[in-house]
């Protein structure tokens, strides 16, 4: 009995070994199975089937100058540019001509009532009158001393007076016309005129308006555009291929196909701390086509020649915003490549500034190629 009681004791541990090991997880086979990676096609890799049908060309060497390209814009020459003010203080009654006309030297630009010329054509009739009054009493006195009726001293004394008096005349004359105002036409109206000939490009007036003289800003500003600026921020790294003097090439942005040459009038003394750049000073003969704000294209010429790479034109394929080529590769298969496209050449040619060597062969006719491979 003591047999059979241990054996039942025994077969229930073993029980219940077992059933706690059935409870207890296996870490194993709870993991997640391993990642499976899967190599990805080259997206710039093509195959074609028949290859022969594309002619290849060999990129070749080219001599060219160094050609620096920097953006800029149009703007007035200061030396050009000619205030049109008012000396006088008063209010604008009439207003004849508005910002971006052209006009004339001379032309009238605007009318301001001024208590100030009031004033000055008030002084100089005052003088006028005191000086009528001297030269009588001078006159009379010279002629009473010739007869001995007063001394020399009153006859000075006249004299004297004399010659203030028009001594004020002058002044109050001189005040006139700097206010504006002519003493032939007495008026408490100033006419502002167009000191020169050209555009307005500034105005700082309005009708109704007060003018403060000098002492506020300009009404007008009238600018002679027949030469004009081109302004240029120029790297640092880059300032080595710019000297005063030199010509430039100019592109303007809204006429891409007229090329125009202008002279580098000055390199700034300071650099922008943010852009690290100079400013470089074109000055450039207006055809009548540049306008104040344009944007433009600037190119530098350098002194010397460096070895470039050209292929035929249609090698390269405009795609997305960047230049590509296809090259061989063996076989059926072709790679596309970025570079760097520049100007165009005689003969059908163009310049690949970056990521392509002289002797390398490219497809003759990228966008041929191209569109064959995505059908």
């Known amino acids: 009995m003591k047999w059979k009681a ?4 025994c077969s229930a541990a073993a029980c219940f070994w077992l059933a706690a090991c059935e409870g207890k997880s296996d870490p194993k086979a709870e993991a997640p199975p391993p990642a499976k ?3 990805v096609e080259d997206r710039s890799i093509f195959e074609t089937d028949k290859p022969e049908q594309f002619s290849l060309v060999t ?3 080219h001599l060219a100058v160094r050609q620096l390209k920097v953006t800029g814009t149009v703007a007035p020459d200061v030396a050009r540019s000619v205030p049109a003010i008012s000396v006088a203080t008063g209010r604008v009654v009439s207003i004849e001509a508005r910002l971006g006309d052209s006009v004339k030297k001379g032309q ?7 208590a100030d010329l009031s004033a000055a054509f008030s002084d100089y009739r005052k003088a006028l009158s005191d000086e009528q009054l001297s030269r009588t009493q001078f006159e009379r006195a010279k002629l009473l001393y010739d007869k001995g009726a007063i001394s020399l001293n009153d006859l000075q004394v006249a004299e004297d007076a004399d010659a203030k008096a028009k001594v004020d005349v002058e002044n109050t004359t001189e005040r006139v016309r700097v206010l504006g105002g002519t003493i032939d036409h007495p008026s ?6 167009a000191p020169i000939a050209g555009v307005i490009t500034d105005q700082q007036v309005t009708n109704a308006a007060g003018v403060a003289g000098l002492g506020s800003p300009n009404p007008f500003t009238i600018s002679d555009l027949s030469r004009v600026w081109i302004l240029c921020d120029v790297l640092e790294n880059d300032l080595g291929s710019v000297r005063v003097g030199e010509k430039v090439e100019v592109r303007l942005n809204a006429f891409p196909d007229k090329v125009l040459t ?6 700034g003394a300071i650099l922008d701390p943010n852009l690290r750049a100079a400013k470089v000073r074109i000055e450039v003969n207006n055809p009548g086509l540049m306008r104040p704000g344009m944007f433009v294209t600037a190119t530098f010429f350098g002194k010397t020649q460096e070895t470039r790479v ?3 034109a249609t090698a390269v394929l405009h795609l997305h915003d960047q230049d590509w080529v296809y090259i061989p590769l063996g076989g059926k298969k072709f790679r596309r490549i970025s570079v ?3 100007d165009m050449l005689p003969n059908g040619k163009q310049e690949v500034l970056s990521g392509l060597d002289a002797g390398q062969r490219v497809v003759g006719n990228a966008l041929e190629f191209q569109n064959s491979v995505e059908q």
Do not use: C, D, F
């Not at 241990?6 to 004791?9: E, F, G, I, N, R």
């Not at 009238?108 to 001024?114: D, G």
């Open 59 to 61: 990129a070749e060497p």
């Open 262 to 267: 202008g002279v580098i009038g000055n390199i």
């Open 6 to 9: 241990s054996a039942v004791m």
């Open 188 to 193: 408490s109206i100033v006419e502002i005129r």
């Open 37 to 39: 990676v899967e190599r």
């Open 340 to 342: 760097k496209g520049g």
């Open 310 to 312: 050209q292929v035929s």
């Open 108 to 114: 009238l630009l605007l009318r301001v009532q001024s």
